[in-house]
């Protein structure tokens, strides 16, 4: 079982994963080994909850597809089992991260103290422009 949060946990078998030779430059190994990690999951076919699907689907990120798959890949390390992680580490914050709803913000006045303050500085400013012109 893979902890989102308190509430959200989702089973091993959802995740799909994929390892395939690492990119760029690094000798002989890297020709031979499959290192990077890829991990792919299916947003509308997960026991995710609706309201964690819609907005995963909403979210504007370039690891998620338009046919509602995340895609992570990780070719950090040298290691299958560290980038194995890495993704995983990734993937579990990018979930977690639609699971939180921003605080409304109430609007308030600004203070008497701030609102002076704006006009002091805007008086300043004038008067030092104003001294920059011709006098007759």
């Not at 078998?13 to 299916?42: C, M, P, Y």
């Not at 998620?64 to 995340?70: A, P, R």
Request: aromatic letters at 4%.
């Amino acid at each position: 079982m893979i902890t989102i949060s308190n509430r959200v946990q989702l089973a091993d078998n959802e995740l799909e994963w994929q390892f395939i030779r690492s990119s760029g430059a690094g000798g002989q190994h890297i020709n031979k080994v499959s290192t990077a990690a890829q991990l792919i999951f299916d947003i509308r076919q997960s026991s995710l909850p609706e309201v964690y699907q819609q907005r995963l689907l909403a979210k504007a990120d370039h690891r998620i597809t338009k046919s509602g798959k995340i895609i992570i890949k990780c070719q950090a390390s040298r290691s299958q089992e560290a980038n194995r992680l890495a993704a995983l580490e990734q993937f579990i914050t990018l979930v977690a991260s639609v699971g939180h709803t921003a605080k409304k913000r109430i609007a308030t006045k600004p203070t008497k103290g701030s609102q002076r303050r704006r006009v002091d500085t805007k008086k300043q400013r004038g008067a030092t422009k104003a001294l920059r012109q011709k006098q007759f």
